[in-house]
């Protein structure tokens, strides 16, 4: 293992006393789908190779975070497995003292090819993204996307001890939110955890409207046909809320961003592809890391710049309010809503 570049200090807190040690990493705004609520179908004009971090930079930017006390790190993007050499970078990061979880989302198209050298590299566990297990709607849903290659590609994740798998799944009204309870029973055979994400109203496009957005209550209730459901408590400080059925192995979880705030849990920052740090997904301020690096900053000014991330990141988002009174959430002038694409924020 090798040294952190600074010793490691006390717990980072921002101001609203929450402990800041998870970083999101974006490493391509890049992606091999198109997922009908994450971009338009012509996608969005890439960045140039020049304007994304390298992963050197990356490398140096999670080596100071550690430093200050980041534990956690999760690649992501775009589709961080179309981005090229992937594992080269995995390996960087899992090398560095102090970065305790290193993790990945991704589609999963690509991922049985890269299972097994992410899993030597150093990458603890996936979470892979599938919204139906029906192969028409798949590929209607992500505008191309093979369900089988998604599917080889999560038994190649089991294989290679990426594991317990997680499934994103996102519920559209009138689209997919007929296969919540198939989604659910899945955890009655396999240990997955089976995560539902509340539709967002990121992005310039304006997929997100009261009659697609299922709330968490509504799927919950669903579920709750099949059987009931106890809360557990799963090891990860991460948004989700998670219950299992009766008997079951594996568990179910909710992502509520819009009806259950989870701010007051936040403990992450986002690192996007071309360099800027997000304190907040539903806020657009942003902090210019990569005119820091490329000015030739010092391990100092770039910790200075973590800190001001962290100090800045607001204490929450409204956009919950108006939308669960089923109110229209479009990009409104209180900057409430992400009006960058996921795929340009790291989902
Ligand atoms: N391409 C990878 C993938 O799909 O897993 C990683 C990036 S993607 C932006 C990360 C996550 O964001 C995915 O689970 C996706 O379902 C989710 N996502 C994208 N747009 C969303 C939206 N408008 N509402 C809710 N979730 C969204
Ligand atoms: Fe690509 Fe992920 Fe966005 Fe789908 S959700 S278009 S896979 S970045």
Known sequence: MKKSRTERNDPLRDGYSRIIDYLRLSVTDRCNLRCIYCMPAEGVTPWKHADILSYEEITRIVGIAAGL???????????????????FLVRSIAQITGIEDLTMTTN???????????????????????????????????????????LRGIRAAEKA????????????????????????????????????????????????????????DD??????????LEPVKVRSKGPSRYFRLAGARGVVGFISALTHHFCS????????????????????????????????????????LLRLAIEVKPEGHTIGTRAAKGGSVGCGASGAVARKPMSRIGG
């Open 69 to 87: 006390g980041v534990k956690k790190v999760r690649i992501t993007g775009g589709e961080p497995l179309t981005r090229k050499n992937i594992t």
């Open 108 to 150: 999963g198209v690509l991922l049985e090819r890269y299972a097994q050298e992410l899993a030597d590299a150093g990458l603890r566990r996936i979470n892979v993204s599938l919204d139906s297990f029906r192969p028409d709607r798949y590929r209607e849903m992500t505008r191309g996307g093979d369900l089988e290659a998604v």
């Open 161 to 216: 001890g990426l594991l317990p798998i997680k499934i994103n799944m996102v519920p559209v009204k009138g689209l997919n939110d007929d296969e919540v309870e198939d989604f659910a029973r899945l955890t009655l055979q396999t240990d997955w955890q089976v995560r539902f994400i509340e539709l967002m109203p990121t992005g310039s496009h304006d997929f997100w409207s009261p009659d697609r957005y299922i709330t968490t």
């Open 219 to 228: 799927v919950r209730k669903r579920i709750e046909a099949i059987g009931p």
């Open 265 to 304: 849990d936040c403990n992450r920052l986002r690192l996007t592809a071309d360099g800027k740090l997000r304190p907040c997904l539903f806020s657009e301020t942003e902090i210019d890391l990569r005119s820091a690096l490329r000015g030739n900053a010092d391990d100092a000014e770039i910790g200075r």
